[in-house]
């Protein structure tokens, strides 16, 4: 725990003196008398009596007011000793190490007389002196009320105002009233400033000669630091003080009108802040105690109901700074506890604290007090935690996301501090305790609680996990906190996936500002850069999250595209990139690539693995990897098909159904069905960003296809090579689960992504060459087969691994058949099967023949038509051929037909315009910076269209064809620029003025 660096004023009183003295003993019996007197002298006779006191002599004017005056000096006596103790060294010294004085002096102030005096004054200030403050100040308000104008001067000049509503109303609702200063309401009260020195000292007295969890664990049971941190403890329980403490907190004003020039209240509000922090302080010791020693007393005290309600407001008035933040900035007259009033906070920094406080050490002091002795309460439904110390499921997690959003402003704040603020480690500390408790408050809870709790809950861990992710937080937090937050929250990850559509959109719309899809793909650029390879939970994780969560998100985004709200937030490293990223301009942009970046990297990823594939392949046969990298491909390809198509028969899910709601979507809000094309008016502002998404949604499938059509060819080689091993043998032997997994990998994929390709982007992946692919495989698998059965026929061995093999044959002629239904396919698949030099179709019909006998004679059908010559016939033969994968591949059709109507002002989906994607196709670079959407990118200086990471990209893809095409690609752009909109493009214009395009000559 960070440490505070209490001010000490006056060094010299040593412990030696107090102790021969008896300084601390002698004060507190003082303190006890004067209190009891107090209380005797009500107790006599009422006012009567008061006055006939007065009158005696030992009070002259108000006697509650004198009380709290000699109060206020021997508390203050108190605090004295308990700095004393705390400069010799009782945080940082062995307790044993500690000079004899020291020692009698921390039991002294421990001791059950000194706690109780000091527990009678805190219980005056409650009982008594708040009381007997708000009463006098209803009556000043009356009384200005009737007398009118007079009291703008006391204002003024007052030492602090009150506020005139009682201090346990949380609601942040400040009245208009209580907002202005010169309002008849406010006033001074002259019991208000010793009442807050008195409570600041007490609770001085109770932390400043706290002995450490560190040293009592150190010491052992039986020690010395043990022994008198128990007589702490015992006495503070006996005493009651900490809960009178809590109560006469809990009590106070709440922030008051404070006038602009706080040095007028140095002393009142200052103390209040102080005794709050003091208090929270002490608190948060004690459940570092109760985590470290499990010390049965600390518990006790934490859940005494004062001190848990005392936790569980902070945490309260937490949440509500994090809504006030949501509703556009904490307001300057924060209704709240003085201690979280960032005005007072500051000015309080450095009038007492030389710089050391912040508000990140008080958002940390508040959760850790109220958490921490909580963390594992949750972790099992029947769990019966001691009544008081933790609060229900619910509510936890209904304020844990505003208080994630607040922590997450604070720790962005302390972070952009140069150097990074201390405090910040603490805060992102006290973050991840939030995040922990949320995933054993979701795992624990009852099916139907989980799912109340859980939009609560995702956005929460969408803050933590942006906070977790600033700069600065990285650097103060260890390596990848971030990652251990992912796998701490996975199973709200995996119960978001399972949530209903209804409820999805509902944590859509709550994870929209949080951005937490450009934190995963952070989070993923972090594991890269650490350890190089992000671990499989992470990616399974992010898989998870973009199952459920990318389509609502999309889809919430596009809503508020279209309700011309002002855009949230980007995430937070392009937010810092981009210059136009302040308040002007309706809010910084937002760019499809801040939630399809995730993709993208995720693409890449699948990317590099083929190509590491084809490395592997050139390198030779028996490469001595072992199934390690197809298991790799084999997991990676239908993640990411599942991305885009939902890996599903009908286009449901996935973002193919986005394309299938884009038209609805996209409708002007207005109704403006007669804005056509011919109208050459420029798109309105709302439908200009859905515009970019529909083109980035088909530029994103369209990229993901295509790597996933690269991915299967070498995965099959792969595939075929690794069934014609020793190894494959050896592992038909044992266990064959994943072989069957292997197997059945391509059959999974091939179809979903050819179906949802538009023809076009097929034929330009150059689909024959997976045909052929997967003939080779069902060639390899026949001789395996053959091999591992002794020469019988392949078919009718028993093994389990060849069980689906049949249905991966069933695959080569329905992928032919789909291509030979397009008009644009049907003459390039005639060609195929007249027997190209392309693809082998003699041996592709034996290879599948040996598997499924059936859907070789469709193969050999269709070459027969394709000899005919005439396309049509062909075609007429593929629909027939196709039966039961017809009505399959006509739900396509939309999704195919969206695809081929091209992206941004109908250009080309590839290469990609919107979508900010390195021109060159097997670019593997996953550098960038933070995010995908960080990589910077430079335009080819000859199309202006393509955009590259580097010149090793360039040259690349120059060479690879980029020369041929690079002309027409500029022309292509020009024309269907033109069509678009006279206007620039919508693509470029918000690129430049987001500050990513590089427009250097390359
Ligand atoms: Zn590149
Ligand atoms: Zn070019």
Known sequence: ???????????????????????????????????????????????????????????????????????????????????????????????????????????????????????????????????????????????????????????????????????????????????????????????????????????????????????????????????????????????????????????????????????????????????????????????????????????????????????????????????????????????????????????????????????????????????????????????????????????????????????????????????????????????????????????????????????????????????????????????????????????????????????????????????????????????????????????????????????PIMRARLESCRAGVPLPLRHKAQRRASPAGGKGGGGPLWHPQDELGLVVTLAKLVRREAAFAVVRLAAGAEAPSGTEHLMNMCTWGPMLCRITTGGMSLPTSGLVALVADLPALLLPASGGAGATTADPQPLSPAAQPAERVRAAVLETITLCNRTLLQLLEVYCDSLAVYMGSREFARAMLGPTRQLERLLMMPASVTIPTMQSSAPAELLAAQPQRLLAALGRVLEGAAAAAAAASHGQPANSTVSPVWLTTPELATCVPQSIGMMAMEEQLVGAVAGWLRGGSELDVGMLVSAVASWNPGAAMVIARLQREAASGDHAVLAEAARACMQLALTEYQAWKPVREAAAAGGLGGAPLWPPRVLRLCGNPSCCNLDGGGVEADLKLQRCSGCRVLRYCGAVCQREHWRQGHKAECAAVASGRSVSMFAASASPAPAVASDIAGGWVCMAEV
């Open 1 to 551: 725990m960070p440490q505070l660096t209490f001010s000490i004023h006056s060094r010299n009183a040593g412990a030696d003196l107090f102790v021969q003295y008896e300084v601390v003993p002698h004060a507190s019996r003082l303190l006890q008398r004067v209190v009891d007197h107090y209380a005797a002298i009500r107790a006599s006779g009422g006012a009567e009596g008061l006055s006939a006191a007065t009158r005696g002599g030992l009070f002259n004017r108000d006697p509650l007011l004198q009380t709290l005056e000699f109060g206020r000096v021997l508390t203050l006596t108190l605090e004295q000793g308990a700095k004393v103790v705390s400069v010799a060294g009782i945080q940082t010294k062995p307790y044993d190490r500690l000079p004899d004085a020291v020692r009698r002096l921390v039991e002294q102030l421990g001791a059950l007389p000194t706690l109780q005096a000091l527990a009678g004054a805190v219980r005056l200030v409650a009982n008594e002196a708040l009381p007997a403050m708000t009463a006098a100040k209803a009556a000043a308000a009356d009384a200005d009320a009737t007398s009118g104008a007079c009291t703008q001067q006391a204002a003024t000049q007052s030492a602090c105002r009150v506020p005139d509503r009682p201090a346990r109303q949380t609601a942040p609702a400040a009245g208009p009233a209580a907002a202005t200063p010169s309002s008849p309401s406010a006033h001074v009260s002259p019991y208000y400033p010793p009442i807050c020195i008195l409570l600041r000292a007490v609770a001085g007295c109770l932390v400043l000669p706290c002995i450490e969890s560190a040293a009592v664990q150190k010491a052992g049971a039986g020690g010395a630091a043990t022994a008198a941190s128990r007589r702490q403890l015992m006495g503070c329980k006996v005493s009651g003080v900490l809960r009178e403490m809590c109560a006469a907190v809990l009590a106070a004003p709440m922030a008051a009108d404070l006038p602009a020039d706080l040095t007028l209240v140095d002393e009142g509000p200052g103390d209040m802040l102080q005794a709050q922090l003091y208090l929270h302080t002490y608190l948060c010791n004690l459940a570092l105690h109760q985590q470290r020693t499990a010390s049965a007393l600390a518990t006790e005290l934490l859940a005494v109901p004062e001190v848990a309600r005392l936790r569980w407001s902070g945490l309260e008035q937490l949440a509500a700074l994090g809504t006030e933040e949501a509703a556009g900035g904490a307001s300057p007259a924060h209704a709240g506890w003085l201690l979280l009033n960032r005005r007072l906070l500051e000015h309080e920094n450095k009038a007492r604290f030389r710089g050391n406080l912040s508000m990140g050490l008080v958002f940390n002091y508040i959760v850790d007090a109220a958490i921490m002795p909580a963390n594992d309460a949750w972790s099992s439904p029947g769990t019966a935690a001691s009544p008081g110390l933790v609060p229900s499921r619910q509510r936890l997690a209904a304020l844990a996301a505003p208080i994630a959003r607040a922590m997450c402003a604070e720790a962005e704040a302390l972070a952009s501090q140069s150097p990074p603020n201390p405090h910040l480690g603490g805060l992102l500390r006290s973050l991840h305790r939030v995040s922990s408790v949320l995933h054993s408050v979701i795992s624990g809870a009852p099916e139907f609680e989980k799912h109340a709790a859980l939009p609560d809950a995702l956005e929460a861990v969408g803050w933590v996990l942006c906070a977790i992710s600033t700069p600065g937080g990285l650097a103060s937090s260890g390596a990848s906190p971030a990652t251990m937050v992912v796998r701490q929250v996975y199973a709200l990850f995996v119960e978001a996936s399972r949530l209903p559509p209804t409820s999805l959109a509902a944590c859509a719309r709550r994870l929209l500002p949080t951005g937490l899809l450009g934190t995963l793909d952070f989070v993923i650029r972090q594991e890269l850069a650490g350890s190089g390879e992000p671990e499989g939970s992470i990616i399974t994780a992010c898989t998870l999250v973009l199952d459920a969560m990318l389509v």
